[in-house]
C-alpha cells in the first residue's frame, strides 16, 4: 500500500485528492487547518492531523516514511500581509521540503499557480518557460514564485520533485473562484470589462486530481519541471457566466465598467486598505481586475505529451455539476 501526505487536504483541491487517493487504495495522511474538513476526512478512514505549515516540526513529522507528498496548502488570497503569506507559502514549503527529505519521501508533488505569470497585459499560449514578469502581480504570486525556486533547488540537490501550475479551478466544493462572482451578481452585479469578452483558461477540480496522480507515477525525466494544467479549451469570460447563470435558475446581472477607471478604482482602494491597515479585502483589487480584464491562456503541449495528461472533464460538463452542488447546498 503506497503512503501519501497531503497539505492542504481541507482546501478546495486538496480534500478531493485525499479522497481519491483513499478511495484508489492509498493510506493517506491529510494536514491542513480546518477541524470540521478534518474530520470529514476522518470519517472517510483517513489519518488526520491539525498542524500549521509554518510550524516546521509537525510538518516535518508529517513527512515522514511518505511514499508521495502532495503539497497543495497555500494561503491563496488577491489579498494581505506580506508577512502571512512569506510564512505560509514560503516557509511552509520549505518545512515540507525538509521533510520530504528527512522522512525519505520518495517524491514531492508541488502546486504552484499561473498567477506568477500575470503582468496585466493580454498573453496567450503562455508557456512554461516565458519569462516572468520583473514585479509579481501580489504577494501571493511573489511568494508562490519563491516556493517553486526552493522546489527547484531541492530537485537540483537530490530530492524528486514535480511542480503543477493548475489555472482558475472550479467544481463543487470551490469556495472562491465561481462563489465571489455569484456573490457579486447577487449585490448588484458582476463587474465586466472589456465586454466580458475574455479569453481564459479554466480547469475542473476533478481534472486537477488526475495530473496530481499523473505526477506521482511520472517517469523521472519528467521530473525537475513544471507544467501547466488547465481544461485544454480556452473560453471566453461571459459565455461562461451566461452559462452559469442559466444553470443556476438565475438572471445574470452585469455592470460594464471601462477597465482603465476600475483598475485606477482598485488601486485607490488598495492604497486605502494600507493606510487605515485593514485586513478587509478591498471591494476591487488590480489582480481581481486583471483576472476578469486581461486575455491570459496557457500552452498545454509540455502536460500532455510528457505527462500524459488529458482532462476528462469538460467545463461546460463542469459548470453544470458545479450549479448541481451549488443549489443543494445554498442554503447549509
Not at 495528461?309 to 443549489?327: F, N
Request: hydrophobic share 40%; net charge positive; aromatic share 8%.
Amino acid at each position: 500500500m503506497r503512503r501519501a501526505l497531503v497539505t492542504g487536504a481541507t482546501g478546495f483541491v486538496g480534500k478531493r485528492l485525499a479522497l481519491t487517493l483513499q478511495r484508489k487504495g492509498w493510506q493517506v495522511t491529510a494536514f491542513g487547518r480546518n477541524e470540521a474538513a478534518g474530520a470529514e476526512l476522518t470519517g472517510a478512514g483517513i489519518t488526520f492531523i491539525r498542524g500549521d505549515l509554518a510550524q516546521r516540526g509537525p510538518v516535518v513529522e508529517a513527512c515522514r516514511g511518505q511514499d508521495v507528498v502532495f503539497h497543495s496548502g497555500a494561503l491563496s488570497s488577491p489579498w494581505g500581509a506580506y508577512q502571512q503569506f512569506y510564512d505560509s507559502n514560503v516557509m511552509g514549503t520549505r518545512h515540507v521540503v525538509d521533510g520530504c527529505r528527512e522522512g525519505g519521501a520518495r517524491r514531492l508533488v508541488h502546486v504552484s499557480t499561473p498567477s506568477i505569470y500575470m503582468n496585466y497585459r493580454d498573453r496567450f499560449n503562455i508557456a512554461e518557460d516565458s519569462p516572468l514578469p520583473r514585479k509579481p502581480a501580489n504577494h501571493y504570486a511573489a511568494t508562490k514564485r519563491l516556493a517553486e525556486e526552493i522546489v527547484q533547488q531541492a530537485h537540483s540537490e537530490g530530492l524528486p520533485a514535480i511542480i503543477i501550475r493548475p489555472r482558475a479551478i472550479f467544481g463543487p466544493g470551490d469556495a472562491t473562484l465561481l462563489p465571489r462572482l455569484i456573490r457579486a451578481n447577487d449585490e448588484g452585479g458582476v463587474p465586466m470589462f472589456r465586454g466580458g469578452r475574455i479569453t481564459m483558461d479554466m480547469t475542473y477540480v476533478d481534472n486537477v486530481v488526475q495530473a496530481l496522480l499523473l505526477c506521482a507515477d511520472a517517469p523521472k525525466s519528467a521530473l525537475g519541471a513544471a507544467y501547466n494544467i488547465t481544461n485544454q479549451e480556452p473560453v471566453v469570460l461571459l459565455e461562461v457566466l451566461e452559462r452559469l447563470f442559466r444553470e443556476l435558475d438565475k438572471p445574470l446581472k452585469l455592470r460594464k465598467v471601462p477597465y482603465p477607471i476600475a483598475y485606477g478604482l482598485a488601486g485607490f482602494l488598495e492604497w486605502k486598505a494600507r493606510l487605515l491597515r485593514s485586513e478587509e479585502e478591498p471591494l476591487l483589487t488590480r489582480y481581481s481586475v486583471g483576472v476578469l480584464g486581461r486575455h491570459q491562456t496557457l500552452d498545454h503541449t509540455l502536460a500532455r505529451n510528457v505527462l500524459g495528461y488529458m482532462p476528462q472533464i469538460s467545463v461546460e460538463e463542469g459548470i453544470v455539476r458545479y450549479a448541481q452542488w451549488w443549489k443543494k447546498h445554498e442554503h447549509q
